[in-house]
């Protein structure tokens, strides 16, 4: 089974930056796309960025200019640099990797922005 390891969340204060990292491992043989997702406290559950294997990207509109995703292929990582953070930015995150027929979720990582 495919396992999905993300790190890089923690508590910032508003402005601040932060990096967030997702590997995956396994049986993989193709990936269609990367993503990452978010649900903040009392919401459901919400696309932040998502990226195919040629570098297309889509961003949630709250989030373009401030957040970055990229990946490396060879790795298969997915990485989301989040900059200008504020308050409204607090949320679980997760990854995501589409394989054909079948998606795959990381365990999550929380994110909390002070003011």
């Known amino acids: 089974q495919v396992q999905l390891v993300e790190s890089g969340g923690g508590l910032v204060q508003a402005g601040g930056s932060l990096r967030l990292s997702c590997a995956a491992s396994?049986?993989?043989?193709?990936?269609?796309?990367m993503g990452w997702y978010r649900q903040p406290p009392g919401k459901q559950r919400e696309l932040v960025a998502a990226i195919t294997i040629g570098g297309i990207t889509n961003y949630a509109d709250s989030v373009k200019g401030r957040f970055t995703i990229s990946r490396d292929n060879a790795k298969n990582t997915v990485y989301l640099q989040m900059n200008s953070l504020e308050p409204e930015d607090t949320a679980v995150y997760y990854c995501?990797?589409?394989?054909?027929?079948?998606?795959?979720w990381g365990q999550g990582t929380q994110v909390t922005v002070s003011s």
């Open positions: 995501n990797i589409v394989l054909p027929g079948r998606t795959y």
């Open positions: 396994g049986n993989i043989f193709r990936i269609n796309a």
